[in-house]
């Protein structure tokens, strides 16, 4: 599964974790365990999104506001 998610970034470039979830078909409960493994091991990395929409906070960490990309 692990080398499922590094060829899709690899192929598509940055996604979420909301898209990258129906893609490889898993929750994304089942998910965030492994993207925090490919971060830790420095095969992925988040990618960080300006906020414009000047709302309270908490949104990066929506399944669809969460970018990973390949290192």
Known sequence: MLSN???LLE???TLS???ISQIVEVES?????????LERKAKIQKVEL?????CAGGCETADH???FKKC
Do not use: D, N, Q, T
Not at 30 to 37: I, N, Q, S, V
């Open 5 to 7: 998610i590094l060829a």
């Open 11 to 13: 192929e598509r470039g």
């Open 17 to 19: 974790v909301l898209e």
């Open 29 to 37: 409960s089942a998910l965030h365990p492994m993207l925090e493994l």
């Open 50 to 54: 300006p906020c414009k929409s000047g």
């Open 65 to 67: 506001m969460l970018f």
